[in-house]
């Protein structure tokens, strides 16, 4: 059973006259006759009645016609998600990201991107900067938010998004206001794996130097919810981006850090350099046109 005879047998449904679905159709009158003569030999019924020069559907005929609609629909619904796939607007992008894209830089491009490109289902993935390093080179993800440096630019594609200060986040002792670097070194570091990002981890450490301070590492954590949990229990405190604020996260106050410099924590979006599917193509382009700001 062909498409187009479905088409010719709803048109037919529709005007039930022969001359204007063949009009309808765009097509001469004989070979919508055999259509629908072929349709009904191949479906072993007789789906109109052709009494008095006039046409009417049969009972078979009126059982079979919305499914006819049904699988008509379907095969232009189908039709258009391969050419919008083939178009780059449809399709599964998968996106690897750290914590620290989740209080702004990703929601708001992923905002924008369910507003230009509705039929793009984005499949998120949390990996550290380094695990998203070695999922692009294999193929496992698509795009990344990461942390820079990243010592492998000549393989990737880069597109640098605002850096962020750091914030002190601390056990909520009831306290408001800042603290000093001696505060946060009081009540012991959670940081995350020296692996996992090597350069900042040393210029953080190098900052409590430069100042005059003594720290020990008490934890370590991976996931930013991890180092949430942990100063929520009291087991120290932690470094994280300004934006970390959007989370209100009890039994932990975010402080402003009164002296040293901090480095400031970047972050960038990235893809593998070379070719790119159609839709990994779009889904970068909207992803490095800046989206309006959160409120």
């Known amino acids: 059973m062909e498409l187009r005879h479905l088409r010719h047998f709803l048109a037919v449904a529709d005007e039930l006259h022969m001359g204007r679905a063949a009009q309808r159709l765009g097509m001469a009158q004989p070979p919508l006759s055999q259509s ?7 479906l072993g019924v007789r789906l109109f009645d052709r009494a008095n020069r ?8 009126k059982a079979f016609l919305e499914e006819a609609r049904s699988s008509v629909r379907h095969a232009d619904a ?3 998600l391969a050419r919008s796939a083939e178009q780059g607007a449809a399709g599964v992008v998968r996106i690897g990201f750290v914590s620290a894209a989740l209080y702004e830089h990703l929601p708001r491009r992923l905002g924008r991107l369910k507003q230009v490109l509705p039929a793009v289902r984005p499949e998120l993935l949390e990996m550290s900067t380094n695990e998203q390093l070695e999922a692009l080179a294999e193929g496992a993800i698509d795009i990344g938010f990461a942390h820079p ?12 998004l605002p850096a962020e200060d750091s914030i002190a986040v601390l056990p909520d002792d009831g306290a408001t206001g800042g603290v000093t670097l001696a505060q946060v070194a009081a009540l012991g570091l959670i940081l995350f794996p020296k692996a996992q990002g090597p350069v900042l981890h040393a210029r953080i450490m190098d900052s409590f130097a430069k100042a005059g301070v003594q720290v020990r590492v008490v934890q370590e954590a991976a996931r930013a919810l991890t180092m949430l949990s942990l100063v929520s229990a009291g087991l120290g405190a932690a470094l994280l981006p300004r934006s970390i604020r959007r989370i209100a996260f009890g039994g932990v106050r975010y402080a402003e850090i009164l002296d040293g410099a901090m480095p400031t924590l970047s972050l960038a979006i990235v893809s593998g350099r070379g070719p790119k599917p159609a839709v990994v193509r779009r889904v970068w382009q909207v992803f490095c046109e800046e989206p309006a700001p959160r409120a």
């Open 78 to 80: 189908a039709l258009a």
């Open 54 to 61: 006039r046409l009417s559907l049969t009972r078979a005929g």
């Open 149 to 160: 440096p990243f010592g492998t630019g000549e393989r990737l594609d880069i597109f640098d």
């Open 36 to 42: 629908i003569a072929r349709l009904e030999k191949e």
